[in-house]
């Protein structure tokens, strides 16, 4: 596994990176409404994307080993899809919840950041399950100092997701992120503290958990990417980048409306 440590300059680069990603949601914000499609959201950001910030959406055409390339330049996954949903002719209506996963790239560096977002009145149960997932990403991203374990991130959201009688998605994982989407480390969302790699200034990783309703088990659909959970329960994530500082951690996907860190923790610390 190598890691890159990133150097202040290319620090600084993932932070205007970071933002303009986390921009991208905001401005997406107000457009989520009952009877909006999918691809109508994803055409709002590309455009948003190419012409306004003229940054690159990092997923338009990807393709990762085994993965036919990405056709769109946004993910939306809406209720049971867990990650990967590719935008589509399907209308948003009342009550469904919907993450969508910003990836930009500007001046050659990747931001990722995703949230969840409910369409009218959302059920308890779809509210409960994004506010403990948004709880379970900070959880994590409150483990982050040098001299941390990889593991205690996984460790902190397993316990809190499973003591919700919720569960972790296991076959993703927050990843590296640089000059390259995905790059070493593999930040699994479960996991034992005081195990994994050891942090050090300089590394710049995601955070972003996949919490299921119900069971924990994944399908695959035929498109080759939509990632549903098998007994068809809600599926929540949020997503931040988040760079290791020299005192604990700074989340580099923060804008203006980006929710604000739950209980007493604060972006940078
Ligand atoms: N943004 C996703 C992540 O958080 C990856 C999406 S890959 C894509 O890692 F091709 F589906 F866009
Ligand atoms: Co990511
Ligand atoms: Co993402």
């Given at each position: 596994?190598?890691?890159?440590?990133?150097?202040?300059?290319?620090?600084?680069?993932?932070?205007?990176?970071?933002?303009?990603?986390?921009?991208?949601?905001?401005?997406?914000?107000?457009k989520?409404?009952?009877?909006?499609?999918?691809?109508?959201?994803?055409?709002?950001?590309?455009?948003?994307?190419?012409?306004?910030?003229?940054t690159?959406?990092?997923?338009?055409?990807?393709?990762?080993?085994?993965?036919?390339?990405?056709?769109?330049?946004?993910?939306?996954?809406?209720?049971?899809?867990?990650?990967?949903?590719i935008?589509?002719?399907k209308?948003?209506?009342?009550?469904?919840?919907?993450?969508?996963?910003?990836?930009?790239?500007?001046?050659?560096?990747?931001?990722d950041?995703?949230?969840?977002?409910?369409v009218?009145?959302p059920?308890?149960?779809?509210?409960r399950?994004?506010?403990?997932?948004?709880?379970?990403?900070?959880?994590?991203?409150?483990?982050?100092?040098?001299?941390?374990?990889?593991?205690?991130?996984?460790?902190?959201?397993?316990?809190?997701?499973?003591?919700?009688?919720?569960?972790?998605?296991?076959?993703?994982?927050?990843?590296?992120?640089?000059?390259?989407?995905?790059?070493?480390p593999?930040?699994?969302?479960?996991?034992a503290?005081?195990?994994?790699?050891?942090?050090?200034?300089?590394?710049?990783?995601?955070?972003?958990?996949?919490?299921?309703a119900?069971?924990?088990?994944?399908?695959?659909?035929?498109?080759?990417w939509?990632?549903?959970?098998?007994?068809?329960?809600?599926?929540?994530?949020?997503?931040?980048?988040?760079?290791?500082?020299?005192?604990?951690?700074?989340?580099?996907?923060?804008?203006?409306?980006?929710?604000?860190?739950?209980?007493?923790?604060?972006?940078?610390?």
């Amino acid at each position: 596994m190598t890691v890159t440590i990133k150097n202040n300059e290319a620090i600084e680069k993932m932070r205007v990176a970071g933002r303009l990603a986390s921009q991208v949601l905001d401005f997406i914000q107000p457009k989520i409404k009952a009877g909006v499609t999918t691809e109508e959201i994803d055409k709002i950001c590309h455009d948003y994307m190419v012409n306004v910030q003229q940054t690159i959406p990092a997923p338009l055409n990807y393709a990762p080993p085994g993965h036919s390339p990405f056709p769109k330049s946004i993910c939306t996954s809406v209720n049971h899809v867990i990650c990967h949903g590719i935008p589509g002719a399907k209308k948003l209506k009342n009550g469904d919840s919907i993450n969508i996963d910003i990836t930009v790239i500007k001046d050659g560096y990747h931001g990722d950041t995703s949230r969840m977002f409910h369409v009218g009145e959302p059920s308890i149960q779809s509210r409960r399950l994004a506010s403990l997932t948004y709880e379970c990403m900070w959880a994590g991203i409150a483990q982050i100092r040098p001299g941390a374990h990889l593991g205690d991130i996984g460790s902190a959201i397993q316990k809190l997701a499973e003591s919700a009688g919720f569960s972790v998605v296991r076959e993703f994982c927050g990843h590296g992120i640089g000059t390259t989407f995905h790059e070493d480390p593999q930040v699994l969302h479960y996991g034992a503290a005081g195990t994994g790699m050891r942090l050090e200034p300089g590394m710049i990783f995601t955070v972003e958990p996949m919490i299921n309703a119900g069971k924990r088990d994944i399908r695959q659909l035929a498109d080759g990417w939509t990632i549903v959970t098998k007994d068809h329960q809600l599926s929540a994530q949020w997503e931040h980048t988040v760079l290791v500082s020299e005192t604990g951690f700074e989340v580099l996907t923060v804008s203006d409306e980006t929710p604000e860190p739950p209980n007493g923790l604060t972006f940078a610390v």
